[in-house]
């Protein structure tokens, strides 16, 4: 087993409110083993350019709060290549870097598992907003997305109310639908549409007019963005209704942010996790968060697992969305 004196980090993908805290995880648990750790900047794109500084302990002070993330992240299609993979390993020579913890999704971990099978151990964590990632529970940067989400769908509620319309707000996850439940049974939407789910509008319409017989006033459609269609949604259901509808796209800004408590513990023991096994000299797998617990799996494995939809959560949400 090769002994591992220097590490690397870096965030890929997608940024995540929790991986500043990650990183400061990171760093402060290598150094309390005597690993030195570089930061690289810019993701996979700073491991082919030699974008990489020395990383101590006050590289990392008052991040633990911030969204985003200090390193910067960003898409590298040139570490596809076999190429680009050289020039990123004789990089992790020149700086002498033994192995890395890799913050972000699917496409990182891939990244992740090329460099291990071509002698760069590499460990995973979990950093996307979208809770999309099949072998774990739980990813880095979920919860704060999801507070941010109704907590701008409450604001557009008052309106919604005072002027009694039906808000259709789109929110972000790619193609899962894992944000959106979550976020519409805390909004206590009426109805909440994903890509796992299929629906029919005149079912949502139908929804809508049994609600307003009871005495609703207003109305909250949570759309996820692998739906989309938001705009021609609220066209249909005023045609359809006469209830005036407005639709939202609520963006970039579910990416932003200070982390949440929960983001930034999850953060914390995630990061502390991956030196753990690095530092055993231990690599090509990803942290996990499985019924509770933290475990790790082999990237490949990982790579492999399809994530189940939270259908009996579905189920709940379209019975008490009323």
Do not use: W
Not at 258 to 265: M, Q, T
Request: with cysteine; hydrophobic share 40%.
């Amino acid at each position: 087993m090769a002994e591992i004196k220097t590490i690397g980090v870096l965030t890929s993908g997608g940024d995540a409110p929790g991986m500043n805290a990650t990183i400061r995880a990171v760093v402060r648990s290598a150094l309390a083993k005597g690993i030195k750790v570089m930061g690289i900047r810019r993701g996979y794109v700073g491991l082919i350019n030699e974008d990489i500084f020395e990383m101590d302990l006050r590289s990392v002070s008052d991040i633990i709060h911030r969204g985003g993330t200090v390193l910067y992240t960003a898409r590298c299609p040139e570490f596809k290549t076999e190429e680009g993979m050289q020039k990123a390993i004789e990089t992790c020579k020149k700086f002498g870097i033994d192995g890395c913890v890799v913050i972000g999704g699917d496409g990182s971990y891939r990244g992740a598992r090329d460099l291990s099978l071509r002698g760069i151990p590499c460990v995973g964590l979990p950093g996307t907003i979208d809770n999309d990632i099949a072998c774990t529970d739980y990813t880095i940067g979920f919860d704060t997305a999801m507070n941010t989400a109704v907590e701008m769908i409450d604001r557009l509620r008052d309106t919604a109310q005072s002027h009694e319309r039906c808000s259709i707000c789109e929110v972000m996850g790619r193609n899962a639908g894992y944000l959106a439940l979550h976020t519409g049974i805390a909004a206590g939407a009426t109805a909440i549409l994903v890509p796992e789910v299929e629906f029919k509008v005149e079912d949502i319409i139908e929804k809508i007019k049994r609600s307003e017989k009871t005495g609703k006033e207003h109305f909250i459609i949570v759309v996820a963005e692998g739906v989309g269609g938001v705009d021609e949604l609220a066209k249909k259901i005023e045609a359809e209704t006469g209830i005036e509808s407005r639709a939202t796209i609520l963006g970039h800004v579910q990416r932003g942010g200070n982390a949440s408590v929960r983001d930034r513990v999850m953060a914390s023991v995630m990061g502390h996790a991956a030196v753990q096994l690095l530092s055993k000299g231990i690599g090509n797998r990803v942290i996990a968060l499985q019924h509770d617990k933290i475990v790790d799996f082999d990237i490949f494995e990982a790579l492999q697992m399809k994530k189940d939809f939270e259908y009996d959560l579905y189920e709940i949400a379209n019975e008490i969305g009323v």
